[in-house]
Structure formats: structure tokens, C-alpha cells
């Protein structure tokens, strides 16, 4: 009930801001080449919707594989790197400095690399979504409840056991919050990729919509985005659901 | 005997916590270590359990060597220490598995047995402080080694939670019988629960005495109104008091 009200808290501040947005565009005046009022933009995403689905798909398709490797990539480097405290140490740091690289400088050097196909995009989604979970994952599993680490020890748990037993589940909700933080910038990170050369996509929709200055379309874009990211937060959230056992559940 | 331990000392650095201590568990016997918090109680458990190694002394468990070695013993802490993950049934499988291997059939007869059963599906987030204990000491009673070890088990529950769950500890003990070795700073629950009561020293800890509990089984609340029990409260009290003046 109380999660009922708060979503609808969120729903009324949005449509008051849609409210406003609007008012603000047909009072003033504003050209649509500006800024496209949102029922002009509803109207254009309805009306194109058709062609659009296309690239939706394509981008959906691109971000869920990538999500999926990147993701695995992140939690196979957590769980290395937490069994390896000494390579801990020396990799950490490097993995660091791999965010620091701006995707939009990468993404042209990969291209240049590897072509225009799959791999660079993958390369791109997977370099934007790992570091995330590596990150919670290993805090999630540095953080283990000393005292059941304690109860494990004295019962006799070897290390094996206490990791798969103890371990691996205790870092399960961190490992989700990290997956949706990655989950989020995996579509960002599909969208710059496909910015660079691709066939179908929202990048690519946009690219055209922005080069014909077609603003009504590149909002039509962005809200695409904003939709596909909350629907990959939503897909997560529900399998933490039915993963994640007896723990608070928070909003 | 079960367990014997001779001359057992440990220092951690230039800290001396156990100094020659020695004591024994007979098969069946319940034994309450009655001490002041941070005399080395829970660290005689640690040496036992074989997650440190003792300074000097021997620990023996069925006449064989057991320093330094794990999984010896069944334990229960003072934190119930339920994987949240878990649901009550498989929580008290837990030890069985890191031993061997789970047995739900015998797990939910116990729960049964001991008026759990409605519980086995809940997780401990869903159970009070007391029901969590009860399954915790459950879960070491289900692990298959002979010495069950628990560390101040009831001291984190509130006064009446805390009597009902040593009524409840003794029901179950008495009608299913195991070596109990039971740390606790409650002179009224080494009493009322043990067999036979040694009084450690504040640190650093040595045996100042050992006293034969001398009240029949089954133990009934009444007893705690007698006054040979009182006047066997006040002989352990004058006890600790003495070594407190004498620091
Ligand atoms: N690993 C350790 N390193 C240093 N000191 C310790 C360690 N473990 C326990 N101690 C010390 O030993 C003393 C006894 O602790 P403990 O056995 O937990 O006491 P109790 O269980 O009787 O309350 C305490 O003063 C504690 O600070
Ligand atoms: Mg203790």
C-alpha cells in the first residue's frame, strides 16, 4: 500500500511536469525546431511507431546481450579477485583507471579496431556495465556478517563452503544493486555505440532524427530510452524478487 | 570421559586470557562455565572449537588430540546467527550440511518434536528473538558430534523469554540427552540448568572452584525459591566477590 502510494507520487510529479512543459510551449510560443511540446512528441512517437519498433528491437537486443556479458565479466572478476587478495591489489586500481576512459573517445579507437560489426558495441556495453558489479559484488562480499562467519568457522566450514555457502549468498543483494546501476548504462552504452555505425537502433534513429533536425523525433528517442532503461531496471528487480530471499524488501 | 582439557593456557601477544585451566565433560554430563564477560570464556570455546591454537595444554575429545582441528564439536553462539536466506528448515540442516549431509526427514521430526513445525517454511526475519534461538540450538542439536558447545546462548533475550527458553532448553535436553558444555555469566542459570558448575577467575582465567550442583532431575521453576538454592547463589556470589577485592 505504502509502495502503491509512493509509485503514484512519482506518476502525478512527472504528469504535473508533462503539465507544465506543455503549458510553457504553447504559451510562449516556442518552435518546434526548439522544443517540441510532449504531446507533439507522443503524437510523432505513435504516428512513426511502426518504423521505430525496428530500432527499438535492434537496441533491446544489443543491450540485453551485452548486459549479459558484461555483467558475467563483472561478477567472474569480483569473485577472482576476492578469492586473490595480492592480484586484488594490483588489478583494482587498473580497473579504476578503465573508467576514466570517456566512452565517446573509446568508441571511435574500437571501431577502428575491431570494424563495425558486433564486437566493438559489445566491447563498449560490456566496459560501461562491469565495473559496477565488480564493485558491489566484492563489497557485498567483503561485508559477510562476521558472525556468521565466526558460526561457520567453528562448525567446521571449510572455504569452499563458507563461500559458497555463506559468502555468495550474503553478496546476493549488492550483486543486484549493482546489476541495476549496470543495467542502466548498458542502454546508454548501446546508444553510443550505435551512434558510431550500425544498421538499426535508437543511436541510429537519432542520429538521422538530429541531421534533420527533427527534434520532435530525437525526444521520441530519448523517451525510447528512458522507457527501455526502466524496463530492464523493472526485469531486474523482479528476478532480485524471486532470488533474493528473506531479507527487508526495500522500495 | 568425553573431554578432557589439561593445563589449557593461551595469550594473545602479551595478553594472558587462559591460564592453566583444567577441566572435564563425563558422557551425558551438563557443564556450565560460569564466568565475568571477558575472562575467556568464549575463547575456551574458540580453542575447542579449533579455530586457535592453544599456547600450552592439551585438549582431548574421546582420548584422541583435537587442538587446532575444526568441525569436533556442535556449537551455538550467543547471536542466533540464522542465514537470512534460509527458511527455518533449512537453516537447521545447516551444520549436518557442512558435516555430511542434510537430513529434512529427521530435521522436520524435530522440529515437530519440539513445537516448531509450523515455523519450518518461515524465515528469521518472520521469527522473535527467543524462536530464533530455539532453532539455532536446534541446529546444533541435529549436527552429529558428541559435545555440544553454546556460548552465553540466552544472555542477549530479556529476563522472561530468557526462563522460558532454559524450560524449554531443559525439556528437550532432559528427554534427549547430549554432553553440554554451557557458557554463561547467569549464576542463577548455571544452577538451574547444569549438572556442575566451574567458576573461572577474571582475566587472566584459572578454575577457582568446582561445585557438584546437587539438585535432582527433572528441574522444575520451583526450585529457584529454595533455600538450598539461594544459599548456594550466595556461595557462588561470595566467590566472584572475593576475587573482585582481591585485585
Ligand atoms: N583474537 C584476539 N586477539 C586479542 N585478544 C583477544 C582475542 N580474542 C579475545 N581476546 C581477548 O581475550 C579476552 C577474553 O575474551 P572472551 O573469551 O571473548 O571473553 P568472554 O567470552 O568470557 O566474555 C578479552 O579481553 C578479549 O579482548
Ligand atoms: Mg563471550
Redesign the pocket.
Known sequence: MHNVMKRGGAVVFLLVLFIIWEAVVWWRDIPMWLLPAPSAIIAEGYRSFGDFSVHILATTKLTLLGLTIGASIGFIIALLLHRMPLINQMVYPLLILSQNVPTIVLAPLLIIWFGFGLLPKLIIISLVCFFPIVVAMMDGLKNTDPTLKHYMQMIGANRGQTFWKLELPYAMPSLFSGLKIAATYSVMGAVISEWLGAKQGIGVYMTYAQSSFRIDRVFVAIFAIMLLSMALFALIQLIERMIVKGQTREV | MLLEITDLSKN??A?E?LQHVNLQVADGEFVAIL????????????LIGGI?TPTAGEILLNGKAISGEKGHISYMPQQASLFPWRTVLQNVVLAQEIQSKANYTQAEDWLERVGLAQFKEAYPIELSGGMKQRVAFIRALLSEQNLLCL??PFSALDEFTRLDMQNWLLSVWEAHPRSVLF?T?SIEEAIYLADRIII?SK?P?HIKEEIKVPFARPRHPAMLATAEFIALKQHIFAQMETRKTND
Open positions: 594473545f601477544g595478553t586470557v564466568g565475568p564477560s571477558g575472562s575467556g570464556k568464549s575463547t575456551l570455546f574458540q586457535i556460548d552465553e557458557i555469566h573461572l582475566r582465567a
